[in-house]
């Protein structure tokens, strides 16, 4: 096959980048167009990422001209950066998925709260919010997607249809979610060395994290009602991996057959989607894949249902729905590039 | 000083028999007088575990006789040994100390329900619960212990307070709880394999795990009404740790200062418990020692009230605790030989 | 493409035939025929690995039947069970690579001394040794490949050249070794648990691996005289991964650019092998991957040659030098199905 | 016990400060008079250190008043600071232990070829080499005390002397040495952040490490010729703890009883010296403890001698050994403050 689309990656240099280059390297129908990384401009990416010298590809400078000659392009940048990038991108007709929260959150003041003022918000109101198998039409037309979050992901993918169905009550939702530390980036700061993490475990962010607004946002959308959560996230001693336990209320009369035949229906087709019954899926079983797994039990026959749901963060909870959502905007087969298998051991 | 007590240890080649070691070679005031292993018998103690070289030992066989001439024995055995043997000693005059749980479930019924027939029911009414900051007074007098579990230890000190002044619902009480992996002993299944564990994060027992009677019974009696918790808990990829997170619902009027103020009144002259405001603890900040660390956060000041707790399971979750007990009951300072500084890298 | 080729599997419950699994499961050319494990005979194999859902495979008792209509059987399982079922398949003109021991060691009493008694010596003359980048010509050919250890093949890769063309001396030559657990399969060991591994590393087998014969068969082949090396291995706290650092004694004259020219000479056109200059490669660079990676460097302008190389060790280690070897036996591109690239974080 | 002697520190937000305080705060005889960090001056320790809430020390400017004051003090901070500051202190009578580099090198051009130019060349004469076991009578009588790097401690225990006594050929020495990553310090790069060394091993410092000219400096002095070593360090997946694996050839006639009795001559009655017969020292066995542990294997009788040593490198490569010559000087029991036993799970 040729490689028919050309694509660019603005910010190359931290894990996400790292794992776009990991997809779209082997990526059929793909062609990386520029990578560019003010920092490591000039560098050959094997310089930066050793395991990556089979392929002779150069960081660049942000070059305009190459990024308008693309047909897709993903920012893996820190916040501010596509907000102020993106609009000139798609007036050329190019087609972005921006990996950073930017466009997650459609109420600026909202958005204000948790970064900063944004500097694009019409087109903030025309991004599509690229959670794939909840909103997959939006993503087939749109120009710019917000890829979301990676707690928001594996929180979302089960909670939503129930919310939807009616099946949990809107109020008692308690969301307990654990990260691997990869999710925290590759910035130089003393939670992220090593001895820091090594045999540890904590919680964070208790008071307010940046994916609360992005969760109550979503939820409430699929509730048709406002809807608030508590929402808790932990760093886990290991490198990739989100699990989210949630806790909830059943309606009267919803028994666990009703939760498996909505998510049945919901979700039966979809390649990147596992439900399991009886044990929980563990983080290891999506490792490198980019699917979601999880599994409901309501414990001694009693009102709550706990779910538990899995992703890598880096590839569903990331790069892996961020090429998802490419595969779909650029009209090819969703699972193109994305069949791989976890590595359980 | 001279070591004036004799002490026994029933099962010394687990992890919390390990640590019984660890704490009791190094105490100022006891003798370990004899440790007992069917499958280890006449073995130095330096054979099993090689940092213990300079402690001449030897695993013997169970010996009454040597058991009953102890002040004290503890049994770091599975579940249903010490239920067949501590009620001879007891008869004895020997103070026990049981790490199983043989004598946690005043409910034989319960009890049958998660774990099998009670051989000897008359001696559990007898045991005293030794969760120490909460039930110090009987402990002082008691004849056989029976000491808490691992998660219990972790929710019930930050949560009894809270329930028995009344400042949380009793209704609503969600606990989801993280383990490392030596909380689940030294048997030999796939499931405590280094490569099925390592990297990995997942549920397990979530239909009902065998410290959720435990945790029912005790905060029911601190709320003076009977409570049903949701308890989950995970499996870490760490060896040391347990951190519980807790979410309940403040009663009304509740304010977070209220909540410190109780745990003040309550816990402000222990030597182990930790209370922590503003950051939540790292399971790190406790390794190696017998203390319990705690915080309360009111997420985005609403109703909910978040509790993450951290202990060592192997100490305050397990052999620390039985050691407090132990000084306690041989009217020691509570203190004695559980002084550690943890490791914090 | 259609898939052509039908392949058996015996013994797949273990780490090396689970990422046979991965591989194949993958490959655009084969098809899993049979996958055979006595032990869970009857059981799909997501019962085993919960994220292969994806593949409606069930593990079969070993049947001759079934296996003989292969194409090529792989065994991945313990020593002896290969050469006792090898011959019938090699006679029913069914290919076979054997990842256990079984036909590694040409000499039959070298084999008995680390091993048992070998119960098919004629058979073991014919195996072809399926180090792939040093013996490809023969297995283009070959019936019964015995694959190699994963120890042998990360220090074969980068000494045989040297050996070959004369650059180093035949005497002095130390390899310290380091492997991550997996290497130590799946069985129920208290060396295998989590606990006696995590945060932990150790030397083993230092009097004497069972590696060590087939490290020196192989290596006094290429040096055209008998060798003997001093051979000490390690294990790591992590799950995969072999880094191998090698100590030897240049020639006279002997400088470091020769190195790497014989390097470069035997190895540039392999897909599968990555010559570093400058910075030694970490095993991540290679993880997931069926690449070896090495660099050279003479300390200090000394005399002395360093090498350190890596592997994956259950990859070029094992399953995935066997499907290379498959891929040769079968007349397919040697590269097919092996293209995956590390997971670098 | 009152505590008798007033301790500075200078440096205390590393690992080596944070573990001097571990140790330090426990020691019977000794109290913390000042501990210096300018970018922390102010902060109670417990703000950087959350598990040391027990203690109401706080981080002082860096205070020559206060320092003087002390009976000995400790730097534990960068090289080239205690170069610039311990001649006044002892100058003023104080004892001083520097934990960094700046007087282990007794010639000044080996200094600054692989450090800086040394800015007190005469103090440098007067300071001893506190490897305790090794130079016991020297470090009684010092002033100054230029403590041991922590991989030439693994090293030189078990080398020393087998080369004294004239075991071993002087020729010939390949060291392969691993750390965890504590070793590194907790200053910020992209190589010290977790997901940079989860699951990853890698050698480093090949073509020349600080630690060899030290290593070759001291075994000189006991081989009573100029000794050259191979040296190679690599970095280990967790923590805590270093295995040096020593190559070495056997002078002739010498045998392994030999190298065991030499090491019992010198080592029996050492408290922190561990010989081991059979199997080689894990590192877990010395975690947290001031020990060293060592094996000796000669392979299949032939001439090689392989060594195998573990430390922690916090404890006996750098806090505890300091403590320990902290013990000497001050007129103690060696052993004070350095009984803990290791935490083996």
Known sequence: ????????????????????????????????HTIASRSQAGQPISDIFPGLENYPLFFEDVNLKKLTACDLVFYATPHEVAMGQAGELVKAGVKVVDLSADFRLKNTTVFEHWYCQHSDPELLQKAVYGLTELNREAIKTAQLIANPGCYPTSIQLPLAPLLYEGLIETKGIFIDSKSGVSGAGKSLSVGNLYTENDENFRAYGVAGHRHLPEIEQELSHFADEAIQVTFVPHLLPMTRGIESTIYCQLKEGIKLTDIYQVWQKKYAQEDFISIRENTPPATKEVR?????????????????????SVIDNLVKGASGQAVQNMNIMLGLDETLGLGQIPLLA
């Open 1 to 32: 096959m040729s490689k028919n689309f050309l694509i660019g990656i603005v910010g190359g240099t931290g894990y996400t980048g790292l794992e776009l280059l990991r997809l779209l390297l082997l990526h059929p129908q793909v062609k990386i």
């Open 288 to 308: 490198g894949t980019n699917r979601c797994a999880f599994s409901a039990v309501i414990p001694q026959q009693r009102n709550t249902l706990v779910i538990s």
